[in-house]
Each structure stands twice: as structure tokens, then as C-alpha cells.
């Protein structure tokens, strides 16, 4: 189930997703960049970030933040799993903490080393309650944030999104400078500090992402060939390159040999 926030916390959230597996058995699931970073709290049982040959596990925390993923991560659970999911906006995390987002780069952070101790207190009323109290918990935790911070000056990132996405990532720095006036050293830094990736490494997640509506809307006669120049790609090689890049996969086993929690996390098999 996926919830939009209230307007007042937009620029900062994107959506809140709810996710349940029921599974018992060990489940592999890999996550990859969507541009976002994200808050997820574990309900039922904490997620497993690897298992060695020995069987080994290493579990996460119950809640965590990820930044950026530079490619992909591999999780697993050996329970029933109920996950509630913050998904940020590409700069929200920033806005909201004031901490560069390029701290947070491919990283998996305890949420107590992020947020204040009321997080804690978050922590244990979501776990409690059903997705319509734990959307009004939410709504309300985010609301006090904003609240206490003044707003920071977003123009040349929202500016530089803006253009970004609207271009579904294919694009050039060149034209990214002229659209905005500003240099490209400045945008660099700016996105590293605000997003977490540099504009060209957005820009190539954000045309993955458009890459893979396209490829959910095909109709039964469109080949993948199509979709790659529809998509920005020069040609399928380059496609199925990046594709691998960020997911692990090829495109066609993502079509046909995964199951689809959401955009950027799929059940996979061992």
C-alpha cells in the first residue's frame, strides 16, 4: 500500500509505502536505487543484511536509514515481515536534517544515530498500531521536524530536479549548466550535498526508472529494443549494461523472474 503525505511535508516525502511478506521460509530481496533515500521500520522481524557459508546471519537493525545505493543491496528475512517505508524526496533527507546526504552515500545507518530520541518513541507506537494510526504517527513526527528547523534555499536543486526528470534522465552537464546558469562544479557539489549522487549519476537513475515504466506499459509487440531508444539508451547493449549496473540483473529477468514489492525491490530467488 502506498500513502501520499500531507501537502505541508511533500517537498520532503515523496510517499509512505506499507509492505508485507508472509512468507516463513528464508526470502532473498534485493534493493536498488530509485533516486531516494528511505526510512524503513521492520515490524514482525528484523531483516538479515547477508548470510555467510556457515550460515551465519547479520541482522539489521529493527529501523535504519539508506542513502543513495551506489548499485544494489541484498536482504533477506527468515520470518513474516511487515515493512513501513519512508521514501524521501531526492533532496528530503537533507532539508529535513541539515546533514550533507552524501554521508548517508551506500550506507545503512541505525535510526537512532540520525534522529532524535523521539524516533524511539515513533519506533514503538508504529509497531503497535494499524497503517491508519501509523500514517497519522508518521504525518505528526515529520510535521514537528519541519517545525523546528527554518527552510533551507532549494532553488538551484529543485531548479536542477526539475529539469532532470522532466528530461527522464537523458541529458547532458552542458545542457544542465545553460538551464540553470550555474557552473558545473557548482551543481556537482550542490548535488552531493543535497542528493547524495553527482546530477549525471541522478539523471542515469532517474532514466533506469522511466526505462522500467516503459517496460511495465509494453504492449505485447513492443521488443526491448524499442524501449531502450525510447528510453534514452544508444542501443540495447548499453541498456542492459547500466541495467545490470544498478540491479544485478538483466532486464528480462527482471520482467519475468522476480516478484515486484515496489519499483526498487524485488524478491529474488538464491
Known amino acids: 500500500m502506498q500513502v501520499s503525505p500531507p501537502k505541508e511535508l511533500s517537498p520532503y516525502i515523496k510517499h509512505y509505502l506499507f509492505l508485507d511478506n508472509t512468507e516463513t521460509a528464508v526470502q532473498k530481496f534485493r534493493l536498488f536505487s530509485d533516486g531516494n533515500t528511505g526510512l524503513v521500520f521492520s515490524v514482525k522481524s528484523k531483516l538479515i543484511s547477508g548470510i555467510n557459508k556457515y550460515e551465519i546471519k547479520k541482522y539489521l537493525p529493527a529501523s535504519f536509514l539508506y542513502g543513495q545505493l551506489n548499485g544494489f543491496k541484498d536482504l533477506y528475512s527468515e520470518n513474516e515481515i511487515t515493512l513501513i517505508v519512508v521514501v524521501f524526496q531526492p533532496n528530503g533527507i537533507h532539508q529535513l536534517l541539515g546533514i550533507p546526504a552524501n554521508e548517508f552515500h551506500d550506507a545503512i545507518i541505525p535510526v537512532e544515530d540520525v534522529f532524535d530520541e523521539k524516533i524511539k518513541t515513533l519506533q514503538e507506537n508504529l509497531f503497535q498500531q494499524n497503517n491508519s494510526i ?76 522511466h526505462f522500467l515504466k516503459l517496460l511495465k506499459d509494453k504492449s505485447d509487440d513492443t521488443n526491448l529494443t524499442t524501449i531502450s531508444y525510447d528510453a534514452g539508451f544508444s542501443d540495447q547493449s548499453h541498456l542492459i549494461k547500466e541495467f545490470k549496473k544498478h540491479t544485478g540483473i538483466t532486464p528480462t529477468e527482471y520482467f519475468y523472474n522476480t516478484g515486484k514489492l515496489t519499483n526498487n525491490l524485488i524478491k529474488r530467488t538464491f
Open 134 to 209: 501509523r500514517v497519522q504517527l508518521l504525518n505528526s513526527f515529520f510535521k514537528s521536524l519541519i517545525v523546528a528547523k527554518p527552510a533551507s534555499n532549494q532553488f538551484i536543486i529543485n531548479h536542477s530536479l526539475h529539469f532532470i526528470i522532466n528530461s527522464k534522465g537523458h541529458f547532458s552537464i552542458k545542457q544542465l549548466v545553460e538551464y540553470t546558469g550555474y557552473t558545473e562544479r557548482h551543481l556537482e557539489r550542490k548535488f552531493k550535498e543535497c542528493i547524495g549522487l553527482s546530477p549525471k549519476k541522478f539523471g542515469n537513475v532517474v532514466r533506469l526508472h
